[in-house]
Structures are given as C-alpha cells and as structure tokens.
C-alpha cells in the first residue's frame, strides 16, 4: 500500500494520462479520476498552498474538471460540477475555472 508522497505521484500521473488526449467521456472513468482527485486533494497540504507540488496538483484537478464531458446530459453535468466544488472547493483554479460554466 502506498502512503504519501508516492501515492500523490501515481495519482498525478494517472490524472495527467487520463486527460492528456482528450474529454473524459466514460462515467466509470470519471467516477475513478474523481476519486483520485478526490485522495490527491486531501494530501495537499492546503495551509501551504504556495508550494510547487501543492500548485501542480491543483493544475491536474482543474485540468480533469475541465475535460470531463457528459455530452448533451447537462443535468449530470451540473451535477458532476456541483460534486467538484464540494468535494475539492479549496482550489482556487477549480473556482475561477467553474465561474466559465
């Protein structure tokens, strides 16, 4: 089992490959990005913020968010987006990015 920083590694690779080439348009795959952005998120160390990893981490989050896409579902949508803000609302990129929608 993974502790740390090592899990925060993985997590960012797997969120970096997973939205390298495109939407995000399987639920099942959202629903695990989501999970890993989720664990990713409460690793960060959010009195530090300011930090370089902290900051790339929240850029993997946004960046998942941003490519998610439940096509012409825009209920699911909406409610995908409401999920993020509860779940990862210490992002200020998340928020600044969720104001477009």
Known sequence: MMHG????????HILDMATR?????????IQLLFEISQALHSDTDLVNMKNDANQQQARFISRFVRMVDHGVEYERHLAF??????????????????AHY
């Not at 920083?5 to 960012?12: A, D, E, L, P, T």
């Not at 993020?84 to 600044?96: F, H, T, V, Y």
């Open 21 to 29: 080439n495109g939407y995000v348009h399987d639920p099942t795959t």
């Open 81 to 98: 987006l409401m999920e993020c803000r509860g779940a990862l609302s210490n992002i200020i990129e998340l928020k600044e990015n969720m």
């Open 5 to 12: 920083n090592s899990r925060g590694i993985v997590n960012m």
